[in-house]
């Protein structure tokens, strides 16, 4: 079951800032509801009381009243408590959700801005990864699926991607642990259910590596699980340049790409750049102007650098 149902529609203008809500106004703390509901029946049950005392012997109906008037007492405090906690229950999930909704509606905008018209046309499931180191998005992945025009929410959890320095691998040698800015497709002949990192002695569950082959290799970049410390660590910068989930999510995620975005994609252009090799997110066309098509996944991951408050990103 996919958490979010909703869609967002980018007809309203940019969110500039974080969108406030107002909480459930009406929202009663349970224990208010049972004293409440206690004086509620307590007066039905002294009427009723007050009936039996009253009625004479041998006359049943005045006795049958007050009987009915106690279990209606009874059944009136347990139901209508039940419902009005829950309702409680419900407005504290509502107000949970309204907030989680502005988180997403501000990020379904960014990447929706990010992109351009052939971009959003020609793929289908967009990640977005924010590897800020504080924020309030910072190391978390947002999952949206393209519903006609709009963006739908499906997922959103907490992530570590890279160190961002440079350390030495397994092996001694010097190695990039940056995570880089950019867009990037998942390689389909990488992705791996099962695979390890020699170059850093680390499982990586549920491995879909991006297509991306800077200096003409194949990157060791990847969305993958992760478990025990590395676990624990999510929500922080811990990776070695990876994108880590937790191992659930992680195979949450797999399988929504292996299993229902397989199809024609299209070539994104890798531009040789200051830093490297780094994707500036546009696509490659033919000598006609049409754009190259492969079998692939139409999943674009979008790694942004979003430090909220000054409203700066490496995207835009």
């Known amino acids: 079951m996919r958490p979010y149902m909703g869609v967002v529609k980018f007809s309203a203008p940019t969110l500039c800032g974080r969108t406030a809500t107002i909480g459930y106004v009406n929202r009663r703390n349970p224990v208010e509801l049972l004293r409440e509901h206690v004086h509620y029946a307590l007066g039905m049950v002294v009427t009723a009381f007050a009936r039996m005392r009253w009625s004479t012997k041998g006359k049943k109906g005045p006795r049958m009243f007050a009987a009915a008037s106690f279990c209606a007492a009874t059944l009136f405090f347990s139901t209508a408590y039940a419902q009005d906690a829950g309702n409680a229950r419900d407005a504290g999930n509502a107000e949970a959700v309204d907030g989680n909704t502005a988180a997403v509606d501000l990020v379904a905008n960014r990447v929706n801005d990010s992109l351009s018209r052939e971009m ?37 959890w907490p992530v570590s991607t890279g160190r961002e320095g440079l350390e030495r691998d397994a ?61 624990d660590a999510l929500g922080t910068r811990a990776s070695a340049g990876c994108v880590r989930l937790s191992v659930e999510n992680a195979h949450t995620l797999f399988s929504l790409v292996r299993d229902e975005f397989r199809g024609s994609a299209p070539r994104i252009a890798y531009l040789d750049g200051a830093n490297n090799v780094s994707s500036e997110g546009f696509l490659l066309h033919d000598e ?29």
């Open 120 to 156: 959003f046309a020609t793929f289908n499931l967009f990640i977005y990864v924010d590897k800020a180191e504080s924020g309030p998005y910072a190391q978390r992945m947002f999952v949206f699926e393209k519903s006609g025009e709009k963006l739908a929410p499906l997922y959103d």
């Open 288 to 316: 006609n102007g049409q754009l190259k098509l492969r079998d692939g996944y139409s999943a674009l991951v979008v790694v942004d650098d979003f430090v909220g408050d000054s409203r700066v990103s490496s995207l835009f």
């Open 171 to 231: 092996h001694g040698h010097l190695q990039s642990t940056i995570t880089p800015v950019g867009y990037y497709e998942l390689d389909p002949k990488r992705l791996y259910e099962e695979h390890g990192s020699s170059q850093w002695n680390e499982e990586m569950p549920y491995a879909m590596f991006f297509d991306w082959k800077p200096n003409g290799h194949d990157t060791g970049l990847a969305i993958h699980g992760a478990a025990g410390d590395e676990a």
